[in-house]
Structures are given as structure tokens and as C-alpha cells.
């Protein structure tokens, strides 16, 4: 069963951001994922099937 993605919850990927950092925080949910970086606050678009393949775990929000 796909897991299921909620605005704020906190992702890590299996591959680091340049900052150093493995978790996004997320911003946009759809077709496309609007993340943020939790290291240097970047923000970058992504698709979904890209989101879903390279997601190691899903912190929950508060």
C-alpha cells in the first residue's frame, strides 16, 4: 500500500541535498511535490514517482 504524503510532513531521501542534509520538509502535494530542504531551506519542485522511489522514511507532523 503507497504510503501516504501530507503537507508537513518531514521526508528523508536516500541521496543528500549539497548541504549535506537527507530530509525535506513538504510544501505541495500532487502530481508534482514542492520540497523544502531542513539544512538551507532551499525549495525545488519534484515529481511524484521521483518522491515515492527515493523516500527512505515519512516523519509525521505534530
Known amino acids: 500500500m503507497p ?3 501530507e503537507i508537513g510532513d518531514v521526508i528523508r531521501m536516500k ?3 549539497p548541504c ?4 525535506w520538509e513538504i510544501l505541495r502535494v500532487g502530481a ?3 520540497l523544502k530542504c531542513i539544512g ?4 525545488i519542485m519534484v515529481p511524484r514517482r521521483l518522491v ?3 523516500t527512505k522514511e515519512i ?3 505534530a
Request: aromatic share 8%.
Open 3 to 5: 504510503e501516504k504524503y
Open 15 to 17: 541521496k543528500p541535498h
Open 40 to 43: 538551507c531551506g532551499h525549495q
Open 20 to 23: 549535506g542534509s537527507h530530509e
Open 59 to 61: 516523519t509525521k507532523k
Open 32 to 34: 508534482d511535490f514542492r
Open 52 to 54: 515515492e522511489k527515493n
